[in-house]
């Protein structure tokens, strides 16, 4: 397994555990003979895909370059805002 800390100096989608937008550890995993698995975790441990290999990016190299890292946060993002609960909203009356 491959691992590399990235910084996002814009932030990207929050971690819904403790708010971090801003580190995250990229980790590459190879999953067949000729595919790798990418995907990103925040630093504190939360990783939306961590076992869903069917929500992560494929790479035949497995590569923590710019282009993969950019998929895998559009894929982060999307696993979160699809997984996270919304908090219920008060009835005003």
Known sequence: MA????KFPKGITPCPKCGNSFQFNARSERCAEDCCEVWIECICGYGP???KPEHKV???WGSLDKGTLLLATEVWAEEIANNTPTPPTEDKK
């Not at 691992?3 to 990235?6: I, K, Q, Y």
């Open 3 to 6: 691992t590399r800390l990235c």
């Open 49 to 51: 895909t961590s076992f």
């Open 58 to 60: 494929e790479d035949v």
